[in-house]
T-cell receptor, first 113, second 117 residues
Framework: AQTVTQSQPEMSVQEAETVTLSCTYD???????LFWYKQPPSRQMILVIR??????QNATENRFSVNFQKAAKSFSLKISDSQLGDTAMYFC??????????FGKGTKLSVKP | GAVVSQHPSRVICKSGTSVKIECRSL??????MFWYRQFPKQSLMLMAT?????????EQGVEKDKFLINHASLTLSTLTVTSAHPEDSSFYIC?????????????FGPGTRLTVL
C-alpha cells in the first residue's frame, strides 16, 4: 500500500525567507503524480504544485518549487520569499494508478512578520 | 479555470434528519469526483469515489446506506447524509478530477461544515 509521510508537524519562517517542507512516500508503481496542496484557515484546499513522476525536471510555480528525488521517494517543497499569506497547512499527496489521492498528515507553516 | 463549488457552506440540522451537499465542477467536466471528511487538525479522509453514471465506490468503514452519493451528470455529484447524528458533525470536502495528458489533478470545493444537534 502507498503511504505518504510528512515528518514536520509544524514549521515557522520569517517573512521574505526560504523554507523547505519535507515529504516522503512509498510505492511500487513507476508512473504516478505527486502534489502539494495548501489549506489556509478558510479550509479551501488549493493546488500549489504538481509533479509527474516520469519527468526528471523539478516542477516550479513562481515562488514554489519542488525537489523530486524519485529513487529516494522524496518530494520536498521549497517556498522562496515567504509571504504572510503563505501561512497555512500544507499537504503532500500521491496519486497512483487507483486514481485516489493519498495525503500526508500535513505541516502547519507559520510565516512571521 | 478548474473551479469547484460546494453548497451549502454551512448547515445545522436536527438529529435524525437528512442533509444533501452538492458539488459542482463549474468550468470542466468531471467523470470522477471524490468525497472527503476532515476532522479538526487532521488530514483529509477519503470517504468515497463518485463516478458519473455508475455506483460510487466507498472506502472501508464508510456506510454506503448512510452516505448516499449520486453522480448524475459530468458536473454534479451529491452527498446525502441520511438520518444524521451528532457524530456525523464534521467538515465535508468534495473534489473533481480534471483528466487529460499530464493532468489528472483533483480540484477541491470550499467544503461544507455540518453540525448535527
Amino acid at each position: 500500500a502507498q503511504t505518504v509521510t510528512q515528518s514536520q508537524p509544524e514549521m515557522s519562517v520569517q517573512e521574505a525567507e526560504t523554507v523547505t517542507l519535507s515529504c516522503t512516500y512509498d510505492t511500487s508503481e513507476n508512473n504516478y503524480y505527486l502534489f502539494w496542496y495548501k489549506q489556509p484557515p478558510s479550509r479551501q484546499m488549493i493546488l500549489v504544485i504538481r509533479q509527474e513522476a516520469y519527468k526528471q525536471q523539478n516542477a516550479t510555480e513562481n515562488r514554489f518549487s519542488v525537489n523530486f528525488q524519485k529513487a529516494a521517494k522524496s518530494f520536498s517543497l521549497k517556498i522562496s520569499d515567504s509571504q504572510l499569506g503563505d501561512t497555512a497547512m500544507y499537504f503532500c499527496a500521491f496519486r497512483g494508478s487507483q486514481g485516489n489521492l493519498i495525503f500526508g498528515k500535513g505541516t502547519k507553516l507559520s510565516v512571521k512578520p | 479555470g478548474a473551479v469547484v463549488s460546494q453548497h451549502p457552506s454551512r448547515v445545522i440540522c436536527k438529529s435524525g434528519t437528512s442533509v444533501k451537499i452538492e458539488c459542482r465542477s463549474l468550468d470542466f467536466q468531471a467523470t470522477t469526483m471524490f468525497w472527503y471528511r476532515q476532522f479538526p487538525k487532521q488530514s483529509l479522509m477519503l470517504m468515497a469515489t463518485s463516478n458519473e453514471g455508475s455506483k460510487a465506490t466507498y472506502e472501508q468503514g464508510v456506510e454506503k446506506d448512510k452516505f448516499l452519493i449520486n453522480h448524475a451528470s459530468l458536473t454534479l455529484s451529491t452527498l446525502t447524509v441520511t438520518s444524521a447524528h451528532p457524530e456525523d458533525s464534521s467538515f465535508y470536502i468534495c473534489s473533481a478530477e480534471l483528466t487529460g495528458v499530464g493532468t489528472d489533478t483533483q480540484y477541491f470545493g470550499p467544503g461544507t461544515r455540518l453540525t448535527v444537534l
